[in-house]
């Protein structure tokens, strides 16, 4: 009896590629994180009780639906329209002028999120640290 050599095939065999390619698949997405969204870098205060503040020392910056901020100071009724991009020379020039001044910041619901970001950021960069948060109704 004569032995015959098996032949050996060079062919990569492909019937169980699908299965690897699945458990590599499972493998990574089991392993990876995903990181989570930090959202906007705001540092609330802690609750106190109310205090009053003098209509004098706030600046109310109104954000309306069409992007453009009206501003009026104190009790005024004089409201004056300017673009977002404006916040931030005038906030250093009321600030120069009132040391003790407050931004309240009041956004129409209708308004996109992007003009309030940007009156954040003017009176950010102006160097603004008493900002007051509102929604404006109406």
Known sequence: ML????KVSDEIPSSSMADIAFLLLIFFLVTTVFPKDRGLPIVLPEAQDE??????????IDIMPNGTVQ???????NTSTVSPRDI?????????QNPNL??????????QHRYMIQVLD???MAGAERIALQMLEG
């Open 122 to 124: 003017g009176l950010q």
């Open 51 to 60: 205090v009053e503040v003098s209509q004098r020392n706030i600046l109310h």
């Open 102 to 111: 407050i931004a309240a910041v009041k956004t129409h619901p209708d308004a």
């Open 3 to 6: 032995n015959k050599k098996q």
């Open 71 to 77: 501003l009026r100071r104190g009790d005024s009724q």
């Open 88 to 96: 931030e020379g005038i906030w250093r020039i009321e600030v120069a």
